[in-house]
């Protein structure tokens, strides 16, 4: 063969690969490939497709009514005694656990006058408040509280008043003067 038609053979040939290559590098680009086709990219195509709500759930959620002020908590009446029932009782069980209070045991020593602290005594309170006890049942009650009692926990029963609700709540004695120079 001539050697100037095997170059024009060869010249042929290579531009005809350079070409495929320049049409296959522009068909791995395209941003939706065809399906079952092997296209290799460094291009993630999924950023560009729309996920059509793909992980919301937002919408399957009932909707919630809007929050409402917090309107302050009025007292409840308190209920009195009559002869078939008791009235509101608070039971109150205090006793040294769960801290919730702390009391400082102080101690002085024979010599000398400086202080120290000798134990830190944590006391957790609970009370829980019955209303129109029967007083066949009152009794029963309070046998079982007795004799279940632990050592270290103190039991006690009264009347519930105007005084042990208005406790529950922390004084502000700062806002209690700036009310009453408003009125």
Do not use: W
């Amino acid at each position: 063969m001539n050697p100037v038609i095997l170059n024009l053979q060869l010249a042929l040939h290579s531009r005809t690969l350079d070409r495929a290559a320049l049409l296959l590098r522009a068909s791995v680009s395209v941003k939706h490939p065809i399906q079952g086709s092997l296209a290799f990219s460094n291009e993630r195509q999924y950023r560009t497709m729309p996920t059509h709500g793909i992980g919301k759930y937002k919408h399957l959620l009932p909707k919630e009514a809007p929050k409402k002020k917090k309107e302050r908590q009025q007292m409840k009446q308190i209920k009195t005694a009559t002869d078939a029932e008791y009235g509101t009782l608070n039971v109150k069980v205090s006793g040294y656990a769960l801290p919730t209070k702390s009391t400082e045991v102080m101690v002085m020593p024979e010599q000398g006058t400086k202080m120290y602290v000798d134990a830190i005594l944590k006391t957790h309170e609970r009370i829980v408040q019955f209303s129109q006890l029967n007083v066949t049942l009152c009794p029963i009650f309070m046998e079982v509280m007795l004799k279940n009692q632990p050592e270290g926990v103190q039991l006690s029963v009264k009347p519930h008043t105007e005084a042990d609700y208005q406790a529950r709540f922390k004084a502000r004695p700062e806002l209690e003067g700036l009310m009453a120079q408003i009125t």
